[in-house]
């Protein structure tokens, strides 16, 4: 089975009086529609996915901006799924990247702390003096990271907000990065553990920064032309890309040739910034090499995010196009409309869920050390066959085989066949087992059908017994109302005529 790439697009109105948006999933090879959820708008850094995994089904999770309420959708159908009301209206959310907690943040500065699974509230406090703009978590969901309109990030470890003892006590952050000087518009946390990792930071101050959380270091300070609302960091941190609001996006690249003191390169690389250089760098329109890393997407960008394979820059922007560029090249290689007039307001790309509503129907046979998959798409007429290896049974020679490296992105065949039993409802067994118990439940089967065919026999001429019992004695009782009827009316003529003489 070849496993494919989506794009996942949420949209809403720049007006109330325009309705409501939608979520809506789409190939990114092809550009076509695989599924859309509507009844939402969700605003900017509203939106957030828990994905399919270990036979927990995929959830689209989305903070409506107008009233206190969250929407929660599913992958299996495109109806809403739960409708939940909130204490307040937030003004932002975010998830874990395994799908455990959902962090919430308000515009009276308060961030709220739910389990996914049972959606309990295990924290509500005051982070902020003002409006928080954007949450996340880090990689390896041991910390939360706010921003706010009061230009201050601060990092909270998970184990302290979910510490029983400390829930009346208001929680102390790890460490406050305070050096913007107008309201955080986004932030990125980067690959690694907490605290070892690093955050991006940007800001309406024109400014993005680089942090490093476990020294609370800043590492480098970026100067743009235009304030930057949104930003897409390199999983290998290599590079980020910040949009501002004319359509001008900035590659920024994290890492550069060294120079000897005669100022020639010495083919070796070097990280960018650091207080030696004073401990800013201006990214100026006019420079040369800025213009060659330089992408103008011709208007607003309101969401930025690099796909899955790093290879695209998912662009989306305010009149409902999200434009798909090559990295390397910068070269436009499609534009997906979503939703003409509409701005969009999220935009990720994840490996297609295996529970997705309406792509495929999955059946699975086992013989044996092998894995036969019949996939049936809507599309298609006829079945497509794959062969698997199971993970702990594996044969010497096979043909047709597909290993389980084919599967990226931590999809190995035991979790598939576990959410196959999951969603489709079916069970596989493996060898003589399986047969032996088909053949039995074969013969109690229709050792049952004979069993329903003698008792529907036995009903019927119990039925048709009855049936002539009450026909005959309706009948007879009928005749015999008849007869004596018949017999008085003989009797007064037979009076009339001796009368009569």
Same mark, same amino acid.
């Given at each position: 089975?070849?496993?494919?790439?989506?794009?996942?697009?949420?949209?809403?109105?720049?007006?109330?009086?325009?309705?409501?948006?939608?979520?809506?999933?789409?190939?990114?090879?092809?550009?076509?529609?695989?599924?859309?959820?509507?009844?939402?708008?969700?605003?900017?850094?509203?939106?957030?996915?828990?994905?399919?995994?270990?036979?927990?089904?995929?959830?689209?999770?989305?903070?409506?901006?107008?009233?206190?309420?969250?929407?929660?959708?599913?992958?299996?159908?495109?109806?809403?799924?739960?409708?939940?009301?909130?204490?307040?209206?937030?003004?932002?959310?975010?998830?874990?990247?395994?799908?455990?907690?959902?962090?919430?943040?308000?515009?009276?500065?308060?961030?709220? /702390? =739910? +389990?996914?699974? $049972?959606?309990? @509230?295990?924290?509500? #406090?005051?982070?902020?003096?003002?409006?928080?703009?954007?949450?996340?978590?880090?990689?390896?969901?041991?910390?939360?990271?706010?921003?706010?309109?009061?230009?201050?990030?601060?990092?909270?470890?998970?184990?302290?907000?979910?510490?029983?003892?400390?829930?009346?006590?208001?929680?102390?952050?790890?460490?406050?990065?305070?050096?913007?000087?107008?309201?955080?518009?986004?932030?990125?946390?980067?690959?690694?553990?907490?605290?070892?990792?690093?955050?991006?930071?940007?800001?309406?101050?024109?400014?993005?920064? /680089? =942090? +490093?959380?476990? $020294?609370?270091? @800043?590492?480098?300070? #970026?100067?743009?032309?235009?304030?930057?609302?949104?930003?897409?960091?390199?999983?290998?941190?290599?590079?980020?890309?910040?949009?501002?609001?004319?359509?001008?996006?900035?590659?920024?690249?994290?890492?550069?040739?060294?120079?000897?003191?005669?100022?020639?390169?010495?083919?070796?690389?070097?990280?960018?910034?650091?207080?030696?250089?004073?401990?800013?760098?201006?990214?100026?329109?006019?420079?040369?090499?800025?213009?060659?890393?330089?992408?103008?997407?011709?208007?607003?960008?309101?969401?930025?995010?690099?796909?899955?394979?790093?290879?695209?820059?998912?662009?989306?922007?305010?009149?409902?196009?999200?434009?798909?560029?090559?990295?390397?090249?910068?070269?436009?290689?499609?534009?997906?409309?979503?939703?003409?007039?509409?701005?969009?307001?999220?935009?990720?790309?994840?490996?297609?869920?295996?529970?997705?509503?309406?792509?495929?129907?999955?059946?699975?046979?086992?013989?044996?050390?092998?894995?036969?998959?019949?996939?049936?798409?809507?599309?298609?007429?006829?079945?497509?066959?794959?062969?698997?290896?199971?993970?702990?049974?594996?044969?010497?020679?096979?043909?047709?085989?597909?290993?389980?490296?084919?599967?990226?992105?931590?999809?190995?065949?035991?979790?598939?066949?576990?959410?196959?039993?999951?969603?489709?409802?079916?069970?596989?067994?493996?060898?003589?087992?399986?047969?032996?118990?088909?053949?039995?439940?074969?013969?109690?089967?229709?050792?049952?059908?004979?069993?329903?065919?003698?008792?529907?026999?036995?009903?019927?001429?119990?039925?048709?017994?009855?049936?002539?019992?009450?026909?005959?004695?309706?009948?007879?009782?009928?005749?015999?109302?008849?007869?004596?009827?018949?017999?008085?009316?003989?009797?007064?003529?037979?009076?009339?005529?001796?009368?009569?003489?």
């Amino acid at each position: 089975m070849k496993i494919r790439e989506v794009v996942c697009c949420s949209v809403a109105p720049p007006s109330a009086t325009l309705g409501l948006g939608s979520i809506a999933l789409y190939d990114i090879q092809t550009g076509s529609q695989l599924a859309s959820f509507k009844q939402t708008s969700a605003s900017i850094h509203s939106t957030a996915i828990v994905g399919t995994k270990a036979e927990k089904g995929g959830l689209i999770v989305a903070s409506q901006p107008d009233k206190a309420i969250l929407n929660v959708y599913t992958f299996q159908k495109e109806q809403l799924y739960l409708k939940i009301v909130l204490p307040e209206k937030l003004t932002c959310i975010t998830t874990d990247t395994e799908g455990r907690y959902c962090a919430g943040g308000t515009a009276n500065g308060k961030i709220y /702390l =739910w +389990e996914v699974a $049972s959606g309990i @509230l295990f924290n509500a #406090f005051d982070a902020h003096y003002r409006k928080i703009t954007v949450l996340r978590f880090t990689l390896d969901g041991a910390a939360l990271v706010s921003g706010s309109e009061d230009s201050r990030v601060t990092v909270w470890t998970l184990s302290s907000l979910l510490d029983n003892d400390l829930q009346h006590e208001i929680p102390t952050p790890y460490c406050t990065l305070a050096d913007h000087t107008l309201p955080i518009s986004d932030i990125k946390c980067g690959f690694g553990p907490f605290p070892a990792c690093r955050v991006l930071t940007s800001s309406l101050d024109n400014s993005c920064k /680089l =942090w +490093e959380i476990s $020294s609370t270091t @800043l590492l480098a300070t #970026f100067i743009f032309p235009q304030p930057i609302t949104i930003l897409a960091f390199d999983l290998a941190e290599r590079a980020f890309f910040a949009a501002s609001q004319d359509g001008s996006i900035h590659q920024v690249n994290l890492f550069r040739q060294r120079k000897n003191r005669m100022g020639h390169e010495t083919g070796s690389l070097e990280a960018v910034g650091g207080m030696d250089e004073g401990g800013a760098m201006r990214i100026d329109d006019e420079d040369v090499p800025t213009r060659k890393r330089l992408i103008s997407a011709g208007q607003e960008a309101t969401s930025l995010a690099i796909s899955f394979t790093g290879s695209t820059l998912l662009v989306g922007t305010a009149t409902g196009v999200v434009q798909v560029y090559d990295i390397p090249s910068h070269q436009l290689i499609r534009s997906i409309n979503v939703q003409q007039g509409f701005a969009v307001t999220h935009v990720c790309s994840f490996l297609k869920p295996l529970d997705l509503v309406g792509q495929m129907t999955i059946e699975i046979k086992l013989r044996g050390t092998l894995m036969r998959c019949r996939l049936c798409y809507p599309s298609l007429r006829k079945p497509l066959y794959d062969t698997w290896f199971l993970p702990a049974m594996l044969a010497d020679q096979t043909e047709n085989v597909i290993s389980p490296q084919v599967l990226r992105g931590g999809l190995p065949p035991y979790d598939f066949l576990a959410d196959h039993r999951f969603f489709m409802g079916q069970q596989s067994e493996t060898g003589a087992t399986s047969t032996q118990s088909l053949q039995s439940r074969i013969a109690e089967l229709e050792g049952e059908l004979a069993s329903m065919k003698q008792n529907l026999t036995k009903a019927k001429g119990l039925n048709d017994a009855m049936w002539e019992t009450v026909v005959s004695s309706v009948l007879g009782s009928e005749n015999s109302k008849t007869r004596e009827e018949e017999t008085g009316e003989s009797r007064k003529s037979k009076k009339a005529r001796v009368n009569g003489k």
